[in-house]
Each structure stands twice: as C-alpha cells, then as structure tokens.
Nanobody, 115 residues
Framework: QVQLVESGGGLVQPGGSLRLSCAGSGFTFSSHTMSWYRQAPGKERELVASISAGGSTNLAEPVKGRFTISRDIAKNTVFLQMNSLKPEDTAVYYC?????????WGQGTQVTVSS
C-alpha cells in the first residue's frame, strides 16, 4: 500500500523557518519525481518544488531563494526547507510522487505564517 506521510507543518511568525518532511512507502521512492504542492484557501493547488529521480531540482518563482527541496533516498524521505516565510506562504502543503501512471498524494500538512 502506497503511503506519503507529511510532517513538520505548524504556525510560524513571518521571517521564520519550517522544515517539512514526507516519508514514502509502498513504492520505489528513488525512481519517482517527488514534489511539494500547496493550496491556499480559495486558490488552486500549485507546484512549489520538485526533485527528479536523477536529483535535479526545480523551484517555483515565488519561493526561489527561500525554499530548498532535498531528499534522503535511504530513508525514502523528501524535505522542504522553508526560510524567510511570508504570510502568503500560508497553505496546506502536499507531498506528491509521480512516475509514468503512478501518481500519489499525501494527506497534507498545514503551514500558517502569522504574527
């Protein structure tokens, strides 16, 4: 059974940092593109960052220079380090795994940036 379990969300003040983790199981983690998406209230889900099976990374323009995506293949875990957080980063963050027809989602973790 495929599972993606996110953790690390919470409430943080503007300018603060959070590190999200997503632990995968039930599929070949290293061969999938792993991504983080987010969805703010009233908005569509958007891609935040991705890391390919080969290790290439991609970041959405609004988070470049502030967020970093990485992975630990031995632990089947992908991370999203979020620095210099802004109120507009408030959203539910979802972990995603993709390879050909495989398309898996986590349950999401809430990130709230507020003073």
């Amino acid at each position: 059974q495929v599972q993606l379990v996110e953790s690390g969300g919470g409430l943080v003040q503007p300018g603060g940092s959070l590190r999200l983790s997503c632990a995968g199981s039930g599929f070949t983690f290293s061969s999938h593109t792993m991504s983080w998406y987010r969805q703010a209230p009233g908005k569509e889900r958007e891609l935040v960052a991705s890391i390919s099976a080969g290790g290439s990374t991609n970041l959405a323009e609004p988070v470049k220079g502030r967020f970093t995506i990485s992975r630990d293949i031995a632990k089947n875990t992908v991370f999203l380090q979020m620095n210099s957080l802004k109120p507009e980063d408030t959203a539910v963050y979802y972990c995603h795994a993709k390879r050909f027809l495989n398309d898996y989602w986590g349950q999401g973790t809430q990130v709230t940036v507020s003073s």
